[in-house]
């Protein structure tokens, strides 16, 4: 019986072991044939991602996020703070009563690239936005263990003093337009006094970034520093709003009953 | 070294150093004020002492001997060496970024000096560094033995092995002074992956012409292995590195790819620089070296092939299993459970395909601690493929995932597997090499072999130990229904894990540093011992050899 079930697969294999003797003498085959073979599964998982539309959710309410947030953004990948937190909570129950609702698609659409992460040595930072206080984040970037004295994260107290430059803010937000973040001309335009002004609340450019950006935008000195917008202003800016981008997940998802 | 090229040859070199150093130059203008000018600065150094090497011997006279009539060695040699040297600092490098989750404070309080931004560098300096080089070396060791033809050309192999080291010198530089694309196992910014594009065509045009010359009818197995290493690295590098840059004389760029979909790539990438940057090419050092120093011909070569096509075909699917229960569609988590847990096939079919071979020498396995290196090192690929196919099913993703477990699992793979494998090889390959009798000291490739597995059981069951540890403590209940540990308390008791972590690291290393020491040793003081028959077979090897008829 198993004999003659696994004929036609030894058949199969004597008949590929006599074409591969003769097909193993071109190099030209085999580079074809490693082409071929490794190229379906990455076609078959990826490009259906871009055409099937249910793949992201629609949120209208998404925004983009600011120059501020933006430059907050860079300077976290640039710290490497994703080698340690996620921002991707999962479908289980046990984190999303840790970190709150379960992460959606939309929420990381404008993500180039996407922060997920493959390892929680800190906490999933994906509802870290308005957790904590503005002060707690400042200070627990400049020194975690004055606050949690266990922590064995770096401390970042050099952001305090770097000033956040802004010159290349409207390249870098044209060039997330290129691939395909919708900020207009006037955003773009207007970048580099957007990332100053949200850091600066009483200044007159602030208008513009409610204006830009929505009435919901933080607007505040994050770093509690009046004299100048430093790279701290920007890192907790991002991390301030990081997923209130859109309400979509608190509005599908109930709270989980006790 | 350089006295083996012509003056044609050596004028050729330096008209490319010069040339790249001019490009390190307009980096360095353009960007005067950005990170990507600093990137420019270690270029033109880097090229310039390349430059300074070259001049050195510009001027001695053109090689007398019959070069056809040997293996093209020198950058074999060279390659050897260096991937030696980037094993120590990537190790080292990661002994100190382990060091720094068990004591935090061990870092100068500097920017560049945070775990962040030092990780990548251990990352990349033993992948591409250690990694990376031992496959480059042993590649063309492998292709010309295996072909009895010696390599094409003098200056491509050169162009290949230092273009891929500025390539690495210019990531570990970058990542420091905070440049990074953040994508895993892929930072290197835009610049430094085009320059890797023309490297890594460059090698596989030097691939095809060596075994396009080869006297010998069929390819070898090991010639498949570092084929598809060469031909899927690129196809992954291009595709999940595609980014717009937001100025040409800035370093940053962003991906083209977001969310899901740049998740997907990415470790569509991530999982597939494992399969055929730490598996392929790395079992191409396996199908050869094993064999050889066993003295037994390979098992069974219909296994081989049946290896070879399922982990080309099977490996590609799996990276998904990454991505288990996030924002990523179903079925596409589905198709990434089902081909890894399918990958188990060809995954032990190679790894029984070379224990299978030591049938009949397991006396040598014995007493003969390099072949030992690589037995072990086939015991842990069925090991860490087997345990990689057991984390892909959803469940038991879902406690290991994001935990310490997965970082256990790839130091199995890549302290047991790669490291292993490489060590053994060149432990096998320097007095070959060098024209050597054998090593300088067979008790220091004893000891190695000894600190390396110690080191290696040392760090992965505490890794196990962390990393299930903390995945039950996050999903634990308490009596009222609540989750019972905070994640402070998860991270706290992961202290004692992060210092045996240490521990076998800093065995690990130590290891590395006697092997480094070890083939120096062979180099300057073990006598001449030139082997028989190792020399092209056809003489006139200028002419592309015909592969003989059926």
């Given at each position: 019986?198993?004999?003659?079930?696994?004929?036609?697969?030894?058949?199969?294999?004597?008949?590929?072991?006599?074409?591969?003797?003769?097909?193993?003498?071109?190099?030209?085959?085999?580079?074809?044939?490693?082409?071929?073979?490794?190229?379906?599964?990455?076609?078959?998982?990826?490009?259906?991602?871009?055409?099937?539309?249910?793949?992201?959710?629609?949120?209208?309410?998404?925004?983009?996020?600011?120059?501020?947030?933006?430059?907050?953004?860079?300077?976290?990948?640039?710290?490497?703070?994703?080698?340690?937190?996620?921002?991707?909570?999962?479908?289980?129950?046990?984190?999303?009563?840790?970190?709150?609702?379960?992460?959606?698609?939309?929420?990381?659409?404008?993500?180039?690239?996407?922060?997920?992460?493959?390892?929680?040595?800190?906490?999933?930072?994906?509802?870290?936005?308005?957790?904590?206080?503005?002060?707690?984040?400042?200070?627990?970037?400049?020194?975690?263990?004055?606050?949690?004295?266990?922590?064995?994260?770096?401390?970042?107290?050099?952001?305090?003093?770097?000033?956040?430059?802004?010159?290349?803010?409207?390249?870098?937000?044209?060039?997330?337009?290129?691939?395909?973040?919708?900020?207009?001309?006037?955003?773009?335009?207007?970048?580099?006094?957007?990332?100053?002004?949200?850091?600066?609340?009483?200044?007159?450019?602030?208008?513009?970034?409610?204006?830009?950006?929505?009435?919901?935008?933080?607007?505040?000195?994050?770093?509690?520093?009046?004299?100048?917008?430093?790279?701290?202003?920007?890192?907790?800016?991002?991390?301030?709003?990081?997923?209130?981008?859109?309400?979509?997940?608190?509005?599908?998802?109930?709270?989980?009953?006790? | 070294?350089?006295?083996?090229?012509?003056?044609?040859?050596?004028?050729?070199?330096?008209?490319?150093?010069?040339?790249?150093?001019?490009?390190?130059?307009?980096?360095?203008?353009?960007?005067?004020?950005?990170?990507?000018?600093?990137?420019?600065?270690?270029?033109?150094?880097?090229?310039?002492?390349?430059?300074?090497?070259?001049?050195?011997?510009?001027?001695?006279?053109?090689?007398?001997?019959?070069?056809?009539?040997?293996?093209?060695?020198?950058?074999?040699?060279?390659g050897i060496i260096i991937a030696l040297i980037w094993a120590v600092i990537g190790m080292g490098v990661g002994l100190w970024v382990a060091?720094?989750?068990?004591?935090?404070?061990?870092?100068?309080?500097?920017?560049?000096?945070?775990?962040?931004?030092?990780?990548?560098?251990?990352?990349?300096?033993?992948?591409?560094?250690?990694?990376?080089?031992?496959?480059?070396?042993?590649?063309?060791?492998?292709?010309?033995?295996?072909?009895?033809?010696?390599?094409?050309?003098?200056?491509?192999?050169?162009?290949?092995?230092?273009?891929?080291?500025?390539?690495?010198?210019?990531?570990?530089?970058?990542?420091?002074?905070?440049?990074?694309?953040?994508?895993?196992?892929?930072?290197?910014?835009?610049?430094?992956?085009?320059?890797?594009?023309?490297?890594?065509?460059?090698?596989?045009?030097?691939?095809?012409?060596?075994?396009?010359?080869?006297?010998?009818?069929?390819?070898?197995?090991?010639?498949?292995?570092?084929?598809?290493?060469?031909?899927?690295?690129?196809?992954?590098?291009?595709?999940?590195?595609?980014?717009?840059?937001?100025?040409?004389?800035?370093?940053?760029?962003?991906?083209?790819?977001?969310?899901?979909?740049?998740?997907?790539?990415?470790?569509?990438?991530?999982?597939?620089?494992?399969?055929?940057?730490?598996?392929?090419?790395?079992?191409?050092?396996?199908?050869?070296?094993?064999?050889?120093?066993?003295?037994?011909?390979?098992?069974?070569?219909?296994?081989?092939?049946?290896?070879?096509?399922?982990?080309?075909?099977?490996?590609?699917?799996?990276?998904?299993?990454?991505?288990?229960?996030?924002?990523?569609?179903?079925?596409?988590?589905?198709?990434?459970?089902?081909?890894?847990?399918?990958?188990?096939?060809?995954?032990?079919?190679?790894?029984?395909?070379?224990?299978?071979?030591?049938?009949?020498?397991?006396?040598?396995?014995?007493?003969?601690?390099?072949?030992?290196?690589?037995?072990?090192?086939?015991?842990?690929?069925?090991?860490?493929?087997?345990?990689?196919?057991?984390?892909?099913?959803?469940?038991?993703?879902?406690?290991?995932?994001?935990?310490?477990?997965?970082?256990?699992?790839?130091?199995?793979?890549?302290?047991?597997?790669?490291?292993?494998?490489?060590?053994?090889?060149?432990?096998?390959?320097?007095?070959?090499?060098?024209?050597?009798?054998?090593?300088?000291?067979?008790?220091?490739?004893?000891?190695?072999?000894?600190?390396?597995?110690?080191?290696?059981?040392?760090?992965?069951?505490?890794?196990?130990?962390?990393?299930?540890?903390?995945?039950?403590?996050?999903?634990?209940?308490?009596?009222?229904?609540?989750?019972?540990?905070?994640?402070?308390?998860?991270?706290?008791?992961?202290?004692?894990?992060?210092?045996?972590?240490?521990?076998?690291?800093?065995?690990?290393?130590?290891?590395?540093?006697?092997?480094?020491?070890?083939?120096?040793?062979?180099?300057?003081?073990?006598?001449?011992?030139?082997?028989?028959?190792?020399?092209?077979?056809?003489?006139?090897?200028?002419?592309?050899?015909?592969?003989?008829?059926?």
């Amino acid at each position: 019986m198993l004999r003659r079930l696994l004929k036609p697969f030894a058949r199969f294999f004597e008949f590929h072991a006599r074409t591969h003797y003769r097909a193993e003498r071109h190099s030209m085959a085999l580079t074809v044939g490693i082409i071929l073979a490794a190229g379906v599964g990455g076609f078959v998982e990826i490009a259906p991602l871009f055409t099937i539309a249910d793949t992201v959710e629609d949120a209208p309410d998404m925004r983009v996020y600011t120059p501020l947030e933006q430059a907050g953004r860079d300077i976290y990948i640039r710290e490497g703070c994703y080698a340690c937190h996620s921002q991707m909570i999962r479908t289980l129950r046990d984190e999303v009563e840790r970190y709150g609702p379960y992460s959606l698609a939309v929420e990381s659409k404008y993500d180039h690239p996407m922060l997920w992460g493959s390892k929680r040595t800190g906490p999933d930072l994906a509802r870290v936005g308005n957790k904590y206080s503005d002060d707690w984040q400042v200070r627990h970037l400049m020194n975690p263990r004055a606050l949690v004295p266990q922590s064995v994260m770096p401390q970042y107290a050099f952001l305090q003093d770097a000033p956040l430059i802004t010159a290349d803010l409207p390249d870098r937000l044209a060039a997330l337009r290129a691939v395909g973040v919708p900020y207009s001309d006037e955003m773009i335009a207007n970048a580099g006094v957007d990332a100053l002004a949200q850091a600066r609340p009483d200044s007159a450019e602030a208008g513009g970034v409610f204006e830009r950006y929505g009435d919901e935008t933080a607007v505040r000195t994050f770093d509690g520093r009046t004299d100048r917008v430093t790279e701290m202003d920007a890192l907790v800016a991002y991390l301030q709003v990081l997923g209130n981008l859109t309400d979509l997940p608190d509005a599908i998802q109930p709270e989980v009953e006790e | 070294m350089m006295s083996s090229l012509t003056a044609t040859e050596r004028s050729r070199a330096f008209m490319i150093t010069m040339t790249v150093l001019l490009g390190g130059l307009v980096m360095a203008a353009v960007g005067h004020g950005d990170p990507i000018g600093m990137q420019g600065w270690v270029v033109i150094l880097f090229t310039a002492v390349v430059g300074v090497v070259l001049l050195k011997s510009f001027d001695a006279p053109d090689p007398v001997e019959d070069r056809s009539a040997s293996y093209y060695d020198d950058p074999t040699r060279v390659g050897i060496i260096i991937a030696l040297i980037w094993a120590v600092i990537g190790m080292g490098v990661g002994l100190w970024v382990a060091s720094m989750l068990a004591w935090p404070n061990l870092r100068f309080d500097a920017a560049w000096s945070s775990f962040g931004r030092v990780r990548p560098v251990h990352t990349s300096g033993v992948i591409f560094g250690f990694g990376g080089n031992a496959l480059i070396a042993t590649s063309f060791h492998i292709m010309q033995r295996t072909s009895r033809a010696r390599m094409p050309n003098q200056v491509l192999p050169w162009f290949v092995l230092i273009g891929f080291n500025l390539f690495c010198v210019i990531a570990a530089s970058g990542y420091l002074m905070g440049i990074t694309q953040s994508k895993e196992y892929a930072e290197p910014e835009w610049y430094a992956d085009l320059w890797l594009v023309v490297v890594w065509v460059a090698y596989f045009i030097l691939y095809m012409r060596t075994l396009a010359r080869r006297n010998e009818p069929h390819i070898y197995v090991a010639n498949w292995y570092y084929l598809a290493f060469i031909l899927v690295v690129a196809v992954l590098h291009i595709v999940n590195n595609l980014a717009i840059p937001a100025s040409l004389t800035g370093a940053k760029s962003y991906s083209a790819f977001a969310g899901v979909q740049d998740a997907m790539t990415q470790w569509w990438y991530g999982h597939n620089a494992v399969a055929f940057f730490l598996t392929s090419g790395f079992l191409g050092m396996l199908y050869y070296f094993l064999p050889k120093r066993a003295g037994r011909p390979i098992y069974s070569y219909r296994l081989s092939i049946l290896s070879f096509w399922g982990i080309v075909f099977f490996y590609i699917w799996a990276g998904s299993h990454h991505l288990h229960y996030t924002a990523l569609p179903h079925w596409v988590q589905t198709l990434g459970m089902t081909f890894s847990v399918m990958l188990l096939v060809p995954s032990w079919a190679s790894a029984g395909n070379a224990l299978m071979t030591l049938n009949g020498a397991w006396h040598k396995v014995r007493d003969d601690a390099t072949l030992r290196f690589m037995m072990v090192a086939a015991v842990f690929y069925g090991l860490s493929t087997f345990e990689g196919s057991f984390m892909a099913i959803r469940p038991v993703n879902g406690l290991s995932h994001y935990t310490d477990w997965t970082v256990g699992h790839v130091h199995a793979g890549a302290m047991g597997w790669v490291a292993l494998i490489s060590f053994g090889s060149i432990y096998a390959l320097t007095p070959v090499l060098w024209r050597r009798e054998a090593m300088y000291s067979w008790k220091a490739v004893e000891l190695h072999f000894w600190l390396a597995l110690s080191g290696t059981v040392i760090y992965v069951f505490a890794m196990w130990n962390s990393g299930i540890i903390q995945g039950l403590m996050w999903r634990t209940y308490g009596e009222t229904g609540t989750l019972k540990y905070s994640f402070l308390e998860s991270m706290i008791a992961m202290h004692p894990y992060y210092v045996a972590r240490a521990l076998g690291g800093l065995l690990f290393l130590a290891g590395a540093c006697v092997g480094l020491w070890n083939v120096l040793m062979t180099v300057r003081h073990m006598p001449r011992h030139a082997p028989e028959r190792d020399y092209p077979t056809s003489s006139e090897a200028t002419e592309p050899a015909v592969p003989a008829a059926e």
